[in-house]
């Protein structure tokens, strides 16, 4: 069947794009490898309950933000329950922080933990950052610039409040440190650098102010929790783009795209679809290999990371019964010593929600844990079990899990993140952040600069589901841009 537009995968950012595309009267087709929408922002069902597949968090319903656009835009009503407060941080000297959404709240908690100086300075400098970005991405919709149209549209829309952000690009977080006299401050400069690595998937020495600052703030918005699992964030999106007349397509994973005369050829596993123009919502690594044609291979070469500047995950998912359900859902562990196998120094916990019936029975809860896996592709994990131990048993001396009250769990290296998600070497969280990568230096909309686009977290901006939906924003913005 022959479609205006077909995209690769159903990741948020394709469903983005598409719900978008198909609004604007096109018609659309999602293939996707997995029985499940949704990509790294989904859920799946093991022995009757619903896990999360990567993103547990959910930011962006602000106004300014990509999120509040795109569901003001398709009139969409997402059920969300907003979190009050949205994590905890359990520091190493053994004192638990508590990130606050009210600025003063969140800086009287700082000064508490790390002392007064130029704390509330800091964050207040961090959040003026933050709020001039998220202005400026739906505003500069036509950034990173590629072609002379690019150029044109974004100095229109190019205001002096912009232009104020520009010198942010070239400093790096420990530069931002070091102007407020905090980098002798061991404890808060271990805290940035582990909220830094699950937001920016780098440390502070490598990410801009821009992103950083950004990154640093997200607990300073709104936070919610989604019913059932992120898969219901993504359900409201594939029905509606189906409504429309434009199909999502399962077990469909694609294996080759090639230019044709009227457009592109898409081959998958179980058919091919032919169209106009392509998005590809993948990340680069992989794009790379389904695009077979020399001058595109060419192009995306140099975008393209190793496995040594990415990152993997070790996940584990746990059913906790008879324990004491949270008040704060989400959580991070400092851990200085590092973990067996892999290094990592800090360990994400989020919790299902104690009401939410749609993920497990009354009584029981679920959790979901991730670290970070740097190289995935070299570091091989021979014994699991070891790290399974580890973890469970830094929770529990946290009061985080009693294993006592584990009814199941399950555990997925990086290679279970290839073998479910197809995404080259297991890696996850996108790109990080690197300071020789400029904002205006990362891969912009266009892949081929004929009829074919990208979309996703390893493209600008990069990371989290609030990030990938502005690159499925500009993904579109572009297409119109280039060919209506």
Known sequence: ??????????????????????????????????????????????????????????????????????????????????????????????????????????????????????????????????????????????????????????????????????????????????????????????????????????????????????????????????????????????????????????????????PSEEGYRTEASRGTFESKYLISGIPLNNTLEVFKDTKTRQKLQRYVLPSNRLNGAFSMGLVLEGQKPPAVLHHQVHLPEGLPLIGSKSIFLSYSHPADALRAPVGEFLASISTHVPDPERLQIADKQQLVETVLEALEKKGLVCRGNVKYQSAATPGAWVFWTKRAYGAVGGYPQYRSLKPWQLKDARLDHRGAYVCGDTVYPGQGVVGVCLSGIIAVQKLLQDHF
């Open 1 to 258: 069947m022959k479609y205006d537009v077909v995209l690769i995968g159903s990741g948020f950012g394709s469903l983005t794009a598409a719900a978008l595309l198909v609004k604007r009267g096109l018609k659309v087709c999602v293939l996707e490898q997995a029985k499940y929408p949704g990509g790294s922002s989904s859920s799946y069902k093991r022995k009757g309950y619903w896990f999360e597949t990567g993103a547990t968090t959910l930011v962006g319903l602000d106004a300014h933000m990509p999120l509040r656009y795109l569901f003001d835009a398709l009139a969409l009503d997402v059920p969300l329950l907003k979190l009050q407060p949205p994590m905890q941080v359990h520091l190493p000297n053994g004192d638990v922080l508590t990130r606050y959404q009210d600025l003063d709240e969140w800086v009287a908690e700082a000064e508490r933990v790390f002392g007064r100086h130029k704390q509330r300075a800091f964050w207040e400098h961090c959040y003026r950052i933050s709020q001039g970005v998220w202005r400026t991405s739906l505003q500069q919709r036509s950034f990173p610039i590629s072609n002379y149209k690019d150029l044109l549209l974004s100095a229109a829309r190019a205001k002096s409040a912009q232009v104020k952000l520009l010198p942010a690009a070239f400093r790096t977080m420990d530069q931002l440190l070091d102007q407020y006299g905090l980098l002798q401050n061991k404890l808060f400069v271990d805290f940035v650098n582990e909220q830094l690595l699950i937001t920016a998937q780098n440390y502070m020495q490598e990410v801009n102010e821009l992103f950083g600052a950004t990154a640093l703030c997200y607990t300073l918005y709104s936070n919610y929790y989604v019913p059932g699992g992120m898969i219901n964030l993504v359900k409201p999106f594939v029905n509606y783009i189906k409504e429309q007349g434009s199909d999502v397509v399962y077990g469909q994973l694609v294996e080759r795209v090639m």
